[in-house]
Each structure stands twice: as C-alpha cells, then as structure tokens.
C-alpha cells in the first residue's frame, strides 16, 4: 500500500519553530485529512492531532496541524530540547480501506 | 485512564502461528474500532488490520492479507491478533492502539514478535 510522503529528517535550532510536511493524495489527506504523532526512542508513539488540527487533551498548544489540498502539515513553535522525535503522519485512505502512514521524520533540535 | 496491555509476542520459526491479545480497560472498549500496527526496528510504523466496534468490518494491510487475522471479544474487552505462516520479514514490535476519527489514538507498549530460524 502506498504510504505517505515525509522528509526524513529536519534540523532546527532550539527555541526556533519547525514546520514538518505530509504528502498523501485525494483519497487519504486530501479527504479526512492526517493525524501526527510523536514517537521518542524505545517509547510507543503518541497522538498530537487528527483530522488536521483537533488536539488531544494534554497536548501542548506549541503542536499545530493544518493542510492544504493533499499536503499535511505539523508546526512546532518554541523547539524544547524533547521535542526531539520522529514524527509520523498518518490517514485513513477509503480507495485502498487502509490505514496509511508516512515514513516519519527525525527531527533534531540544535 | 485509558490502557492498552499487549502479551503474546515471542520467538518461532518461519511457518509458524501465533497470536497476541490486547487487554484493554479505562474506556468503554466496545464503543471504539481498534487497529494493530507494527514496527520493525529501526523502521517507521506499518499498519496492519483495523476491526470496527461492533466487530462486522476487518481490513487488513497487503502484507498481511490472507495470513493474519483480527478479531475482539467486547465481553472481556481484548482485542487479538492470529498471525499465521509468519515471515522473517513480520518481526517487528506489534502495537495495538484505539481507534478514533481516522487516526489511532491511544497505543500500548508493544510486544515483541521475532521469525527466526
């Protein structure tokens, strides 16, 4: 199944904002839009948002979600040294009734 | 709060069976869809089946279509995964998380599944 499509990495300095991308087509992001999650080293991932901007409780407001046509985005404002994770997108594609993710992203703060 | 406990995971051989269970408690389990995915190491996450609440509708990755199948008892609140003629390439951490609005929200800690000779 075709997943969606992440840079690998992104690099930032600590305080700066990161802004991580997600390309998927008109049958996954385009559609319902894509949900971020969060995975640190040796650790199961945790959700930041889903249907591109609604936040689960707990979540810091520094983690935004939007998109535009069938590209997804996460922006991360004021870098913390803990945010340094992989980051996954991730969508419900109804043409192949499947969960889709992407690569994930490893973001590095400076 | 919510709570996600995988067991079931462990060492065989290619061509064997297994299946691991989910324990789930801290929400009403029978109101939500439940998926399993899994994570080889050093990869990213790979999704493998979702099954609905009410148990009527189970879709399944390519990978895995034909070998492994989801099932729930909403009785004892566990969720299960029966993965038969297992691969090397099916080692890999295998999670179950809950389902909501098209993203799995809540995720267990894992158990680990190795295919080994």
């Known amino acids: 199944q075709a997943g969606l499509t992440q840079p690998p990495s992104v690099s930032k300095v600590l305080r700066q904002t990161a802004t991580l991308t997600c390309t998927g087509n008109?049958?996954?992001?385009?559609?319902?839009?894509a949900a971020w999650l969060q995975q640190h080293q040796g650790h199961p991932p945790t959700l930041l948002s889903y249907r591109n901007n609604n936040r689960p409780s707990g979540i810091s407001e520094r983690f935004s979600a939007s998109r535009s046509g069938n590209t997804a985005s996460l922006t991360i404002t004021g870098l913390q040294p803990e945010d340094e994770a992989d980051y996954y997108c991730s969508a419900w594609d109804n043409s192949l009734n499947a969960q889709v993710f992407g690569g994930g992203t490893k973001l590095t703060v400076l | 709060q919510v709570q996600l406990v995988e067991s079931g995971g462990g060492v065989v051989q290619p061509g064997m069976s297994l299946r691991l269970s989910c324990a789930a408690s801290?929400?009403?389990?029978?109101?939500?869809?439940m998926h399993w995915v899994r994570q080889a190491a050093g990869k990213g996450l790979e999704w493998v089946a979702l099954?609905?609440?009410?148990?009527?509708?189970?879709f399944y990755g390519d990978s895995v279509k034909g070998r492994f199948s989801i099932s729930r008892d909403n009785f004892k609140n566990t969720l299960y995964l029966q993965m038969n003629s297992l691969r090397t390439e099916d080692t890999a951490v295998y999670f179950c998380?809950?389902?909501?609005?098209?993203?799995?929200?809540?995720w267990g800690q894992g158990t680990l599944v190795t295919v080994s000779s």
């Open positions: 099954i609905s609440s009410d148990v009527k509708t189970k």
């Open positions: 801290g929400f009403t389990f029978s109101n939500y869809g």
């Open positions: 008109s049958n996954n992001v385009g559609n319902q839009g």
């Open positions: 998380a809950r389902g909501v609005e098209g993203a799995p929200d809540y």
